[in-house]
């Protein structure tokens, strides 16, 4: 039973232009969420994270926006740029812990 | 400051052998997960070592073990391979047990099982 779901495979869109990844969870309960992006040949990087007593988190170009009443996170990049072509999964930790539960990830192609 | 490296970076085995994986962690990182990445998948949790010892274990069987050095660094070993065992292994390390983002990742063993 998937606990975190990201039903996009895959999405492509023109740079300069904003790209919006999605992920759904089941369990109210869990109370952080993470973002990571892999690319080819490399391990998974941290991107953004935002806790559940927040709606919106920023960091420059990236803003992960959390609908708790509908267990739905997003993640905005924008504006896109060729090199945010990757594999994003978002992740939640067990209680915390570095134990993290991850999505079957979305594969970003950013068009120049 | 170095970081997270795994070693070999491709194993073929063949079902039924066994494999062993490396990982050494990020200078001062004491705590290593392992995560198996199958093919169109995300991550999947193995287990976690820290200290020494394994703290936490994720949906597989015994014949997935693991030890931790007392430099930290780990090894992942399997036996008794199974082609649903070909995938890519990832470990990441950590300081300490609880923490919401600071885990970073070495780019993965992909072990190939025929």
């Known amino acids: 039973d998937q606990q975190v779901k990201q039903n996009s495979p895959s999405l492509s869109v023109q740079e300069g232009r904003i790209s919006i990844l999605n992920c759904d969870y089941t369990?109210?309960?869990?109370?952080?969420f993470l973002w990571y992006k892999k690319y080819p040949a490399e391990g998974p990087t941290f991107l953004i994270s935002?806790?559940?007593?927040?709606d919106k988190n920023e960091d420059g170009r990236f803003t992960v926006f959390l609908n708790k009443s509908a267990k739905h996170l997003s993640l905005h990049i924008v504006p896109s740029q060729p090199g945010d072509s990757a594999v994003y999964f978002c992740?939640?930790?067990?209680?915390?812990?570095?134990?993290?539960?991850f999505g079957k990830g979305t594969k970003l192609s950013v068009i120049p | 400051e170095t970081g997270v490296t795994q070693s070999p970076t491709h194993l073929i085995k063949t079902r039924g052998q066994q494999v062993t994986l490396r990982c050494s962690s990020q200078?001062?990182?004491?705590?290593v997960s392992w995560y198996q990445q199958a093919l169109g998948q995300g991550p999947q949790f193995i287990f976690q070592?820290?200290?020494?010892?394994?703290?936490g274990r994720g949906n597989f069987p015994p014949r997935f073990s693991g030890l931790q050095f007392p430099n930290y660094s780990s090894e992942l070993n399997v036996n008794a391979l199974e082609l649903d065992d070909s995938a890519l292994y990832l470990c990441?390390?950590?300081?300490?047990?609880?923490?919401?983002?600071?885990?970073?990742f070495g780019p993965g063993t992909r072990l190939t099982v025929l």
């Open positions: 990441a390390s950590s300081w300490g047990l609880a923490g919401n983002n600071e885990q970073f």
């Open positions: 369990n109210s309960m869990f109370d952080y």
């Open positions: 935002i806790s559940s007593i927040k």
């Open positions: 992740a939640v930790p067990w209680a915390g812990s570095y134990q993290l539960t």
């Open positions: 200078s001062g990182h004491n705590t």
């Open positions: 070592y820290y200290r020494e010892e394994e703290n």
